[in-house]
């Protein structure tokens, strides 16, 4: 009897959910989708003690979650096709864009979901008849809680203001530049093949930029290429990129992405785990001279530590390709890694729940 395909629970709007799909598609594994609901989201906390999406539930029956422990899971078997560089500074840059495009997008990505009339009307109504179908209330209360809720807790909790909402939108739009330029030179962000940074990054450009009303006729306009990415990221299977190597050298144009991974991300990483380690409950820093002050995220603090290890794996030589890559010697990364917060086990076996918030 053939083997049961893996359960991807989450939600078809889900930032992380549309990640975690495309990594399955492309690396030919079976599965599949079930949209959550109320109950199905808690049933899925129960396995895993992590509120979040997507929660990958096996065969047999354990669980995994959180997708970039699970990418890294997947690509440790050695199960072909191998999504993840062997040259190891090609690797770490790979790693380092994949948290990027995960916790730096986030914002924008949030931002024009919520902020916009169009989209958050939109959107509203998607979750209240996917996500909130289960609760017994009229659609019109459904629709209201979870707009009230999504504005509070993106916007007006996570730093939106009218002095740091430029800086969202500047952040997307260069984004969109950056990788147009990317994508008229070759199919994927590193090479003929994709890898851990193109699924970083497809997340928030697939299930937000290139889908909700704002973004996506800006991405219609200014990024054709970006949006045909995020066409083949979605339709890719093994056979499609079968024949191509596996990227082993750090293409000169992603210098503006990683200008600003350098400039903006590493130092709030930093700032956050600073403030994580005083016991604070927020984290202030600027970015060119705007001030910002968000909640201390433990998760955040993992991410630094991960890439941190990461670093401190890399020979001489290819620690020196690195620092090339990113402008110069990076004192935020060569830091000790302080591991303030378990990494979860792969499978998922019950873990802390104050470890990191829902996210989907």
Known sequence: MPEQPIIVHGLSLSYFTGKMEAYLRAKGIPYRFAEMDMASFRRAARATGIAQMPQLEMPDGTWLTDTTRIIRHFESTGAAPALSPR???THFISLLLEDYGDEWLWRPAL?????????????????????MRDLKLPFWLRRRL????????????????????????????ETLDALEAVFARRPFLIGERPVEADFGF??????????DPTPAAIMRARAPHVLAWVARMWSLAPADFAGAPLPDAVPADLAPILREACAAYLPYLAANDEALRRGARHVSYAVEGV???????????HCLAALRDAYAALDTEARSRVDAALGGPQEILSA?????????????????????????
């Open 146 to 173: 979870i707009l009230q809720r999504q504005r509070r807790v993106y916007l007006s909790q996570d730093g939106v203001t009218k002095e740091t909402a430029p800086q969202i939108e500047a952040l997307y739009l």
């Open 87 to 89: 040259d190891p500074a």
């Open 291 to 301: 001030g910002w002050q968000l909640p201390v995220n433990p998760y955040r603090a």
């Open 336 to 360: 000790p890694a302080i591991h303030t917060a378990p990494m979860p086990a792969a499978p998922a076996k019950p873990v802390d729940r104050q470890w990191r918030t829902a996210r989907g």
């Open 111 to 131: 931002y024009y979901r919520w902020h916009f009339p169009d989209d958050m009307r939109l959107m509203s109504a998607a979750i209240a008849c996917t996500m």
């Open 202 to 211: 497809f997340g928030s450009m697939f299930r937000h930029f290139a889908s």
